[in-house]
């Protein structure tokens, strides 16, 4: 059965970082794409950065490009999502989810599955 779990999520101070971790199983990252998605309160769930097993490449969100960095672990059994200079309102919960046979050219929601359970990000001034 193909999970994913996300953990790492707290509660940071604007501008302070934080790293996103999400363990994958019975499955490999080789054949799928890997995308980070949030989802803040009253909002639709939009994607954030996205991994692409088969070559390694990467895709930003504009709101995040320069400052957060989506990679894999050696083992290819961990996502991770490292967060920089965060802003008040990146207050979410994050999840990440896995779309078999994709690159990162398109990231949409309704590609994806599974999905992990989420992570809550919450930020103070």
């Known amino acids: 059965e193909v999970q994913l779990m996300e953990s790492g999520g707290g509660l940071v101070q604007a501008g302070g970082s934080l790293r996103l971790s999400c363990v994958g199983s019975?499955?490999?990252?080789?054949?799928?794409?890997l995308s980070w998605f949030r989802q803040a309160p009253g909002k639709e769930r939009e994607g954030v950065a996205c991994f692409a097993g088969s070559d390694g490449k990467t895709w930003y969100a504009d709101s995040v490009k320069g400052r957060f960095t989506i990679s894999s672990d050696n083992a290819g059994k961990t996502l991770f999502l490292q967060m920089n200079s965060l802003k008040p309102g990146a207050a979410a919960v994050y999840y990440c989810?896995?779309?078999?046979?994709?690159?990162?050219?398109?990231?949409?929601?309704?590609?994806?599955?599974?999905w992990g359970q989420g992570t809550q990000v919450n930020g103070y001034a």
């Open positions: 019975g499955f490999s990252f080789d054949n799928y794409a």
């Open positions: 989810a896995a779309a078999f046979g994709q690159m990162c050219y398109t990231v949409r929601a309704e590609m994806y599955h599974p």
